[in-house]
């Protein structure tokens, strides 16, 4: 199963990790580069050039593209800032600090630097399409759309795919979808969404809390058209998935109903304690198969077992669920 919170982060950071774009001139190209180490000499040797003529837009961007090479990207992000500073027409750095910004998750700053750059040059490549990407991730599907399309007019040959996947959703057949009612002290805010042919994937967190410092997660995923596995092994897949080898790690099944109209079950997965090297989050399953889709939910937290009070609430509120089309 795909990792929920990499999916649309893959497809952004596809793009912004090709190689950096060359200026026309520089104090001088280092003469190899093609290991770890070599990006490390140059970022010296590009630093020993600043120290000799003083402050060079070309070293100082030079030196950035070596910084980034090697996820430096707040010392390229400090570099690029002289740049610019140096020279306000230099595109390229505009360009470079977005995608340092978008490896850090300053999507704030990057779509700054995104729409100066646009607005400077409407056809800059892939510009808009990270503009787009970023926009995706924030929920805004009309924005990101605009985007997209703004690109492929530009003949960027990558747009029609982010078109087909985020905005051609023009079809007429409803879609299968599952509610679920929860009650007032349960609320939850989304940080990512990935959508395709396949699946819809949507993670949330606890109200108050960032992705970063959480400590409830829920995964809300819609695995469409996928009827053709029992639930029983799609539990079991999800986890061993999980498990990875940690033996104090248990599955309870909790309650299922196999001869509905809608079958489902129900289940957690607890520890007796914190795994060695990364901390376990217990987690509270739910999966429904639908008429033509597979439900599948499961909220996290970072505890060994899941507190009484609250595995009674959120089961009940998963048993109470719909489905229905939209």
């Not at 969404?193 to 109200?207: G, P």
């Amino acid at each position: 199963m795909k990792k929920t919170t990499l999916c649309i982060l893959a497809s952004l950071f596809g793009i912004l990790s090709t190689k950096a774009q060359e200026t026309s001139t520089f104090v001088m190209d280092y003469p190899k580069l093609e290991t770890e180490a070599d990006y490390k000499e140059a970022i010296i040797y590009y630093g020993q050039v600043i120290t000799q003529i003083g402050a060079n837009k070309d070293a100082y961007y030079k030196r950035a593209t070596c910084q980034m090479t090697l996820n430096a990207y707040n010392e390229a992000i400090n570099d690029l800032t002289k740049v610019i500073k140096l020279d306000p027409t230099y595109l390229h750095a505009y360009y470079l600090r977005a995608v340092s910004f978008s490896q850090l998750k300053n999507y704030t700053a990057a779509t700054n630097d995104l729409t100066h750059l646009i607005n400077i040059q409407p056809n800059y490549p892939k510009a808009l399409l990270i503009r787009g990407l970023i926009k995706q991730i924030n929920h805004d599907e009309a924005g990101a759309c605009l985007d997209f399309k703004l690109a492929e007019k530009n003949k960027d040959p990558q747009a029609s795919e982010y078109i087909l996947n985020y905005c051609n959703k023009t079809s007429t057949e409803p879609m299968e979808s599952l509610g679920v009612p929860w009650t007032k002290q349960d609320k939850w805010v989304g940080i990512s969404k990935y959508n395709d042919e396949k699946q819809l994937i949507v993670e949330l967190v606890k109200a108050g809390e960032t992705k970063e410092k959480s400590t409830l997660r829920w995964t809300s995923s819609v695995y469409k058209n996928k009827t053709d596995k029992p639930l029983n092994e799609v539990m079991n897949d999800f986890y061993k998935n999980l498990k990875q080898g940690e033996k104090l790690v248990f599955l309870n099944t909790l309650e299922k109903e196999e001869n509905g109209e809608y079958p489902w079950v129900l289940y957690s997965v607890e520890s007796l304690r914190f795994k060695s090297e990364t901390n376990f989050r217990a987690s509270l399953w739910f999966i429904k198969q639908g008429k033509t889709n597979l439900f599948v939910n499961c909220i996290e937290l970072n505890e060994t077992s899941i507190p009484d009070d609250l595995k009674k609430r959120w089961s009940a509120a998963f048993k109470d669920s719909e489905i229905s089309f939209q």
